[in-house]
């Protein structure tokens, strides 16, 4: 029986359940899951930029709206 077809057979009810569980397995940090070493040393620098006045955080409205003006 493929996951799929199991997931189907479940009520809605179930099946949140079975959301719930997953989500808790996968965000519970796994030595052999968790992140390479090179994506924390990205993220301290980005925090670096942005807290020396390097950088600057974007609001997410002028975030979209500078993609969809890139788009036309």
């Known amino acids: 029986m493929s996951l799929e077809t199991l997931i189907g057979g479940l009520s809605r009810d179930e099946q949140i359940v079975a959301m719930e569980l997953l ?5 519970t940090e796994d030595p052999a899951t968790a992140p390479p070493e090179w994506h924390r040393s990205v993220v301290a620098e980005r925090v670096a930029a942005i807290e020396s006045g390097e950088d600057a955080l974007s609001d997410w409205a002028d975030v979209k709206k500078r993609l969809a003006d890139r788009l036309r």
């Open 23 to 27: 989500w808790k397995r996968l965000t």
